[in-house]
């Protein structure tokens, strides 16, 4: 159906202009689409009406198969935290390279590597190896519930942990406050038996974590918790809430897990560091792999010596063919080596920086949005209520039309590269100049789209 007005207008003029400027990436999609469901490998890389395809990247730009240059405040969705080809980091990979990815042996860079993390986050005493934060997250789980002897994980409703089936549970949040919370499958292929397992429990709410903790803690192992929910919205946690949550594991005899894949990189100890929380495991992941694929978990010496395989039959099973490979370890250690605190502190104060700017953008064009976050990670979201569950965060996320599409396309058409649901992230190679230009680009956008916004979502606009 052809739409006329305004919006339509406007609708067409995004997709018109990001069609010109991306041929290539359509006939490439094309013959994607004939080899790969969808045209694609990964859920989050997938957009309408079809991904810009890049090619190159250097420091903390990108280059498309056209020759479009992007600002990349996506960095392979924070995992990048050097930005594209940092140097030093290819430098030691390569080398490595030319020395041999993997013996299937032990290999001293993966106690090195070890090393440094256990100094860096203070609740790893040991730790070990995987492919990636979902792994990492798995083997997380499954520790506890061997040293608990208690099959139950309280997770977060809306809380992501990866793609393996335990936590395929609630993660889209219930968005409607007065319905009861109950666990829910969520995906096809997830077997209904995962529900004997978890549970769920409102982000930045003890009173609920307490009434599930009292009623079953018998049957509970351990919470699970990003201490930022980042695909939650990036809603960072209420005062007290971590604290209570290591209070409440401690009084009801339950492990307190802490998956930081993705806040890690907001102090050098992490986001356990900031709140002066200390869990009893942690899962990391992406940052800590210098762009290779990796995942660690870690935690109290107790709890990591069940893995130990010369305590024979009670030993957990922990194997992955890749798990420490050189190119990795050398990588990594490369880049958390360069993630010092100067250059944290960098980084988070460009994201509040770009997390203010955008602010005082959505304020000067009476939009009720707002852009969530801490330090070097961002999130706009398209209401001006305070979001302190992430079943908030999904009701505003409710019947926004094409809005949060178009935004997203305008923003690469203007040269901006960020994820489909407008999450930012700041790299160590980004200037102060790039996010003058990435507000730039946010100004314009919401310039393109407020005839959009006025007929379709007149709510948005204050009065
Ligand atoms: C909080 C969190 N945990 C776990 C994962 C899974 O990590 P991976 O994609 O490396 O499996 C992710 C991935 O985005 C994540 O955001």
């Not at 694929?293 to 010496?301: E, L, N, R, V």
């Not at 890749?322 to 100067?342: E, H, K, P, S, Y």
């Not at 200037?431 to 310039?447: F, M």
Request: hydrophobic content about 40%.
């Amino acid at each position: 159906m052809i739409r006329t007005g305004r919006a339509a207008d406007v609708e067409n003029d995004i997709l018109a202009r990001y069609r010109e400027r991306t041929p290539n990436s359509q006939a490439q999609h094309e013959l994607a689409r004939r080899v790969l469901p969808g045209g694609d490998t990964r859920i989050s890389t997938h957009y309408g009406p079809y991904p810009t395809y890049m090619a190159t990247g250097e420091g903390a730009w990108l280059t498309d198969c056209d020759g479009n240059r992007y600002l990349d405040l996506l960095n392979n969705y924070t995992s990048l935290v050097h930005g594209h080809a940092p140097p030093a980091i290819v430098e030691d990979a390569a080398d490595q390279l030319t020395q041999g990815t993997v013996f299937g042996s032990a290999s001293k860079p993966q106690v090195e590597f070890a090393k440094l993390l256990i100094e860096r986050v203070a609740s790893v005493e040991m730790l070990r190896f995987t492919n990636s934060g979902t792994e990492a997250t798995m083997m997380m789980m499954r520790a506890a519930r061997a040293f608990t002897g208690r099959d139950v994980i309280v997770k977060i409703d809306g809380g992501y942990h990866g793609a393996q089936d335990l936590v395929k549970v609630n993660v889209s949040a219930e968005p409607d406050r007065n319905k009861k919370l109950e666990a829910r499958v969520e995906g096809r292929g997830v077997p209904s038996s995962v529900l004997d397992t978890v549970m769920v429990a409102p982000f930045n709410d003890l009173n609920a974590m307490e009434t599930t903790l009292a009623e079953h803690h018998r049957r509970i192992a351990a919470i699970i918790v990003e201490p930022m929910a980042n695909s939650g919205g990036m809603i960072p946690p209420l005062p007290g809430y971590l604290r209570g949550l290591r209070d409440l594991a401690d009084q009801y005899d339950v492990l307190l897990l802490f998956d930081e894949v993705v806040t890690l990189r907001l102090s050098s100890g992490g986001m356990q560091e900031i709140y002066g929380v200390v869990p009893d495991m942690t899962a990391m992941a992406k940052v800590i792999g210098g762009g290779f694929p990796i995942g660690a978990f870690g935690g109290k010496a107790a709890i990591m010596e069940q893995f130990n395989p010369d305590r024979a039959s009670e030993v957990i099973q922990h194997s992955g063919t890749f798990n420490g490979n050189n190119i990795t370890m050398v990588a990594g250690m490369a880049a958390m080596q360069r993630l010092d605190q100067a250059a944290i502190d960098r980084i988070n104060s460009l994201g509040d920086r770009l997390q203010a700017g955008i602010n005082s953008i959505f304020r000067s064009a009476s939009l009720r949005a707002r852009c969530h976050g801490y330090g070097s990670l961002q999130q706009i979201q398209w209401t001006d209520e305070d979001l302190i569950s992430l079943g908030d965060v999904r009701r505003a996320n409710q019947d926004l039309g094409k809005l949060p599409q178009l935004f997203h396309l305008e923003l690469l058409n203007r040269g901006i590269h960020c994820s489909p649901r407008t999450m930012f992230n700041i790299s160590t190679p980004t200037q102060e100049a790039d996010i003058d230009q990435a507000l730039a680009s946010v100004e314009a956008t919401l310039h393109t789209l407020k005839p959009y916004v006025s007929e379709t979502l007149p709510g948005l606009l204050l009065a």
